[in-house]
């Protein structure tokens, strides 16, 4: 298994940035924070090998061994805000598909499954430091995690790609930040829906502890998820939790 090296990533990027390769930290995503607040420079990004308090939506446990976890720091901008955890699946997906030679499916809203098991999850933060306003993308990947390596309750729905990790952080920086720098709504729509689980998926809508099954009938112009429930209503979900009954 091949072992990240910053100079190897530094030297397939598109442009410069300030990266740092950590052997272990808490959270990518915190270590960030920290430092927006200590007058970090935008895209200012750290990739670790191993978080010990790697976490997800509303704080769950993101196992974080053997896979390859990354944050960057960004700007704020009105117009790409809403969608940055959009444009962040889209670019991990370019970036596997160029990479792995592999084809994600997106669940809606923030990982990504490849053979029925969950390979990627994002997590998305907001940071407010002097006043200014900045975001925080984490994207951690289980790229060329062992097999037998996942613990017992994950086994069943984690999997890994079988890639190389530096040039998969350089891909997914590339991609990410093309999408960013040069912000076209209607293309992060067409490359996200593209790339969903398709109408007609069988799912199950959370919402604390309710759980209501449901059926996918697409995404609407703001990418929100359309479900229809099985007494007939019809709802938008513009964030939530949604788990799929079948293997994606």
Do not use: H
Not at 21 to 30: A, G, K, R, W, Y
């Amino acid at each position: 298994m091949k072992e990240v090296n910053r100079d190897e990533i530094i030297s397939l990027l598109e442009r410069q940035i300030d990266l740092t390769v950590l052997s272990e930290t808490v959270s990518t995503n915190d270590d960030l924070k920290v430092a927006a607040r200590e007058g970090a420079a935008d895209y200012t990004a750290l990739v670790a090998k191993r978080q010990v308090g790697g976490r997800g939506r509303d704080g769950r446990r993101f196992f974080s061994e053997g896979g390859l976890y990354l944050s960057i720091l960004l700007p704020w901008r009105d117009d790409s805000a809403p969608y940055l955890t959009q444009i962040a699946a889209v670019a991990v997906a370019l970036a596997l598909e160029s990479t792995a030679q592999v084809t994600p499916t997106i669940k809606w809203v923030n990982d990504l499954f490849w053979k029925g098991k969950k390979v990627c999850g994002i997590l998305t933060e907001s940071v407010v430091a002097e006043g200014t306003r900045r975001t925080v993308v984490g994207i951690g990947v289980n790229a060329d995690v062992p097999e037998g390596s996942f613990p017992d309750d994950l086994r069943s729905i984690a999997g890994s790609v079988p890639v190389d990790k530096n040039r998969l952080a350089a891909a997914i920086l590339n991609r990410l930040l093309a999408l960013f720098d040069d912000f076209s709504p209607e293309r992060v729509k067409d490359e996200y829906r593209a790339r969903c689980f398709p109408s007609g998926t069988r799912l199950i809508v959370v919402k604390g502890e309710t759980e209501r099954e449901a059926t996918a009938c697409g995404l609407d112009d703001s990418l929100g998820l359309v479900v229809k429930y099985e007494d007939g209503t019809i709802e938008t979900l513009i964030s939530g939790e949604v788990r799929v009954k079948a293997a994606l």
